[in-house]
């Protein structure tokens, strides 16, 4: 690995991204999930898709992963691609993977003959190949459109646009963490800290298992990146409520150095309400230790995401639940990712989750409390001009609100597929000309890294961290730290 992979030095956070790959997901269990749902394929051919995803991710792996160049030539890709980046993803398919039983069965699911599932020669391991791209085009149908399409409000599965952003991610997430990790800074040199998110979905999807253990080769493996890259990068560890040892792990995740903690309600939980007792109760124990300690947490907070149960488990999200839960946790540092969804920012209508927008919740969140942010990530509407406009004169509004400066930061949800592929450079301009106007260009290193550092606690971080930091981190991160009262 080179140690100097990411060595960029602008002021600016973005305070929401990610650098895992798809080994650290139960991406097996996922698409099998996709194909019960839309049922249009069935779910062994799921499975034996996620299944040749991890084993096209191990031999890259073992061989250091694709080129930049290549990488970047995959993702700038467009829809009239597909046909090629369907047989490019096969070709990266390892021959051997027809004597794998999830993906033998997805085969024979698919009516594959027996005779090209044998390896002989040079035409059998070709025809092997073709069958593997064969199943990634029937698995395609049913990518959804609301998480892959350009248009994130479309419902359904399958659409051109939606198949090109799950290709694109695809081949991203089968590099080696490290590599992602330096796509994501070198396609970002505006960026000087970035806060990555970990996940962990496994015990949320049926069958779900992740081939890194979520503790402790996730957190290892995520670790030993970050280290390479002297403050540029920090670690937002994942709690599962469902665990034993949720907890546990979060605790051991920040006494190695993780900055903060993931929740992520899409996966079939919320803040407060839980249905679940054992859930309510391992929730609000870690709400009681974040708070006691200042370590921050992160919630995903819009009405979709990668929902457990599609276009039911995004609702509970809800900053209803949030607002409970800070009741009895005043002190809990969070900062509400998606600000809350793009609907009630761009005005558009509310479908979904009774039909009530969750950004002005938000909002009256971070407005009543000192600890409480949020950021914007993944509004891929942005980058029309007419959304940029209505966004630009709602954020006006909100920007009367002088606390509210100081509680909203830059975020992008890189790698998810619009951010990877429109660019999260554009993404970063689309903001960068927003507050060049008058009304809110008082309020552009708040926004830009400010917000970010308070939320972080990056003082404390750094004192409780010193021990785990190199000199240059130090030094790196210093510069980002804000002083009581400024």
């Known amino acids: 690995m080179d140690?100097?992979?990411?060595?960029?030095?602008?002021?600016?956070?973005?305070?929401?991204?990610?650098?895992?790959?798809?080994?650290?997901?139960?991406?097996?269990?996922?698409?099998?999930?996709?194909?019960?749902?839309?049922?249009?394929?069935?779910?062994?051919?799921?499975?034996?898709?996620?299944?040749?995803?991890?084993?096209?991710?191990?031999?890259?792996?073992a061989v250091g992963g694709s080129t930049f160049e290549e990488?970047?030539?995959?993702?700038?890709?467009?829809?009239?691609?597909?046909?090629?980046?369907?047989?490019?993803?096969?070709?990266?398919?390892?021959?051997?993977?027809?004597?794998?039983?999830?993906?033998?069965?997805?085969?024979?699911?698919?009516g594959t003959p027996e005779a090209l599932m044998a390896l002989k020669g040079p035409p059998q391991i070709d025809k092997a190949r073709a069958a593997f791209e064969s199943l990634f085009r029937r698995m395609a149908q049913t990518v959804p459109n609301s998480i892959f399409s350009e248009d994130e409000h479309s419902h359904g599965a399958g659409s051109a646009s939606a198949i090109t952003g799950w290709l694109r991610w695809i081949w991203l997430m089968t590099e080696p963490e490290a590599k992602i990790a330096s796509q994501l800074c070198r396609m970002n040199r505006q960026i000087g800290l970035f806060v990555t998110h970990m996940m962990d979905m496994e015990r949320w999807y049926r069958g779900g298992t992740c081939h890194y253990k979520v503790w402790p080769d996730q957190f290892a493996r995520m670790r030993r990146v970050i280290s390479h890259t002297n403050g540029r990068m920090l670690a937002f560890v994942a709690f599962d409520p469902s665990r034993d040892n949720g907890l546990d792990i979060v605790k051991n995740a920040v006494a190695l150095g993780a900055a903060g903690v993931k929740f992520y309600p899409p996966n079939g939980y919320r803040a407060s309400s839980n249905d679940d007792c054992k859930i309510e109760e391992a929730t609000n124990a870690f709400f009681t230790y974040?708070?006691?300690?200042?370590?921050?947490?992160?919630?995903?907070?819009?009405?979709?995401?990668?929902?457990?149960?599609?276009?039911?488990?995004?609702?509970?999200?809800?900053?209803?639940?949030?607002?409970?839960?800070?009741?009895?946790?005043?002190?809990?540092?969070?900062?509400?990712?998606?600000?809350?969804?793009?609907?009630?920012?761009?005005?558009?209508?509310?479908?979904?989750?009774?039909?009530?927008?969750?950004?002005p919740g938000v909002l009256e969140l971070c407005a009543k409390s000192e600890n409480v942010?949020?950021?914007?990530?993944?509004?891929?509407?942005?980058?029309?001009?007419?959304?940029?406009?209505?966004?630009?004169?709602?954020?006006?509004?909100?920007?009367k609100d002088k606390k509210l400066r100081t509680r909203i930061a830059y975020g992008t949800d890189w790698h998810m597929p619009q951010m990877v592929v429109q660019s999260s450079v554009e993404y970063f301009e689309v903001f960068?000309?927003?507050?060049?106007?008058?009304?809110?260009?008082?309020?552009?290193?708040?926004?830009?890294?400010?917000?970010?550092?308070?939320?972080?606690?990056?003082?404390?971080?750094?004192?409780?961290?010193?021990?785990?930091?190199?000199?240059?981190?130090?030094?790196h991160l210093g510069n980002f730290v804000v002083p009581d009262g400024a």
């Open 3 to 61: 140690k100097d992979f990411c060595s960029n030095d602008a002021r600016a956070v973005d305070v929401h991204n990610h650098i895992f790959n798809a080994l650290f997901l139960p991406v097996r269990a996922v698409f099998a999930m996709f194909c019960r749902h839309y049922k249009i394929v069935p779910d062994e051919i799921g499975r034996a898709a996620g299944r040749l995803i991890e084993l096209i991710t191990i031999v890259k792996s």
């Open 71 to 110: 990488t970047r030539a995959f993702l700038m890709s467009r829809p009239a691609s597909n046909d090629k980046l369907f047989a490019r993803l096969a070709e990266e398919a390892p021959a051997e993977a027809v004597d794998d039983d999830t993906v033998r069965k997805g085969l024979q699911r698919l």
């Open 290 to 359: 974040c708070a006691k300690n200042g370590i921050p947490v992160f919630t995903h907070c819009n009405l979709q995401g990668f929902e457990a149960k599609i276009d039911k488990s995004g609702c509970n999200s809800d900053p209803k639940y949030w607002a409970q839960a800070l009741g009895e946790h005043k002190k809990l540092r969070l900062c509400f990712g998606h600000g809350g969804g793009d609907e009630w920012w761009l005005d558009i209508g509310v479908k979904r989750c009774d039909s009530i927008p969750f950004a």
């Open 373 to 399: 942010f949020c950021e914007f990530g993944y509004f891929n509407e942005l980058r029309k001009s007419e959304a940029a406009e209505t966004f630009r004169k709602q954020l006006i509004v909100v920007a």
């Open 432 to 475: 960068e000309r927003m507050f060049k106007d008058n009304d809110l260009k008082e309020w552009r290193d708040d926004f830009f890294a400010k917000n970010a550092a308070r939320f972080l606690n990056l003082g404390a971080y750094i004192d409780r961290a010193r021990h785990l930091l190199t000199k240059k981190a130090v030094e």
